[in-house]
């Protein structure tokens, strides 16, 4: 039989360090762009980091602040009305995961705005997008270095995806992500975590992906539980940063159930993406590891455990969660066993499990939520 041609592509320019948030006027600049509309959410705009992005645009720039926390084809949709009712020539996606995605997102309304957002037509003429830059304030999904956007239609999340998403420029800068909350840097940083193992674990060939998403572990072993702990650890934030972009590099590969299991809780019980994917991932990674030993015994040599057996890293993963405030347990989060079966539907017509290291049917994802709860 004929074996499968892999691609592998790496792109994006991306800039990190602390106070790299100054370049974004060269940035612009380079890129031919005067006014660029600032895509963000309600939450962002006392905060902190924005006034530091306000600093360095004199507060010239368009903003529009439309987008909610699991974000609609809708917010996408406004925000491209924003754009053309402000003549911008450019977007900078600024926030977390819901604010990039959709930024990134609304290009493609400004290229065909006679057509919806979704379905998305992969294979229309999606060359010549409007520039775009990527400021990412939370360190979780890496949509800011990723070719995809993730949004609600008719109550499912639906992925978009397109290799034109990708961002011109991306700033990594751990200056804008020091005040982010204790529990929202921990509900990012299992994102990015539960990123990293899947996208490593997934069956499809790609070794870079894999040499990416090792390091990723080991960058979020070494500081997660810190960054939580101290919001002011330039070291720790700024690792984390590096490790969320790392794992949507990664997760080009694809991811597996515990993504497919996630998308459900955030559209019928409106859970942080990242919370829920740590409320699962352990229940998961056994179902996989009693059917493929050794799965992850390269997740517990990069997390530097001692033992780094399929039991030892499991274990790592969940009494980590449970450290930094996202311990175990659905009902506590507000689920309820008389939404399983709906949600176990729609986890399975899910895209990501089809990757999953082991195959998983319908009955196999409604247990785990079982045993999640």
């Known amino acids: 039989m004929r074996a499968m041609i892999s691609g592998f592509s790496f792109p994006t320019k991306i800039r990190f360090g602390a106070g790299a948030l100054g370049e974004l006027p060269g940035h612009l600049a380079a890129l031919g762009c005067r006014r660029p509309l600032i895509v963000t959410d309600p939450g962002l705009l006392p905060t902190n980091a924005f006034k ?29 009305a924003a754009y053309r009712t402000e003549q ?15 930024g990134k997102a609304v290009r ?12 998305f037509d992969f294979y229309a003429d999606w060359s010549g997008l409007a520039p775009c ?12 270095a990723g070719r995809s956007s993730v949004v ?18 991306v700033i990594l800068d751990p200056e804008l992500t020091v005040d982010l909350p204790p529990k929202l840097t921990a509900a990012t940083g299992a994102d990015a975590l539960i990123h990293c193992i899947e996208s490593f674990t997934s069956p499809n060939f790609h070794p870079m992906c894999d040499g990416i998403a090792l390091e990723g572990v080991r960058l979020i072993g070494q500081s997660l539980a810190r960054a939580v702990a101290n919001g002011r650890d330039i070291d720790a934030r700024g690792k984390m940063l590096v490790a969320a972009m790392m794992g949507a590099v990664a997760f080009q590969k694809d991811l597996g159930a515990i993504h497919s299991l996630a998308h459900p809780l955030s559209t019928f019980c409106g859970l942080h993406h990242g919370t829920a994917n740590a409320l699962c ?27 780094p057996s399929d039991a030892a890293t499991i274990q790592y993963v969940a009494d980590l969660f449970t450290q930094i405030g996202l311990a175990p347990g659905l009902r506590a989060y507000g689920v309820k066993e008389s939404q399983i079966d709906a949600m176990s539907e729609q986890a399975f017509a899910d ?12 009955e196999d994802l409604r247990h785990l939520y079982e045993l999640a709860l």
């Open 351 to 362: 895209g990501c499990h089809p990757t999953n290291p082991v195959p998983v049917t319908r």
């Open 88 to 102: 911008c020539d450019s977007v900078i996606a600024f926030g977390g995961g819901s604010a990039l995605d959709v």
């Open 133 to 144: 830059v990527t400021i990412p304030t939370t360190a979780g999904t890496g949509s800011e």
């Open 281 to 307: 991932a352990p229940f998961v990674m056994r179902f996989n590891a009693e059917r493929l030993p050794g799965l992850y015994r390269r997740v517990g040599i990069a997390l530097d455990l001692p033992d």
């Open 108 to 119: 493609l309304c400004l290229k065909r705005p006679d057509q919806p957002l979704l379905p």
């Open 152 to 169: 609600i239609k008719d109550g499912r999340k639906q992925v978009v995806f397109h290799p034109s998403l990708l961002a011109d420029v």
């Open 52 to 80: 530091a992005l306000n600093a360095v645009s004199g507060g010239a720039w368009p903003v529009f602040s439309g987008v909610k926390p699991n974000p609609l084809a809708e917010d996408v949709e406004a925000g491209a």
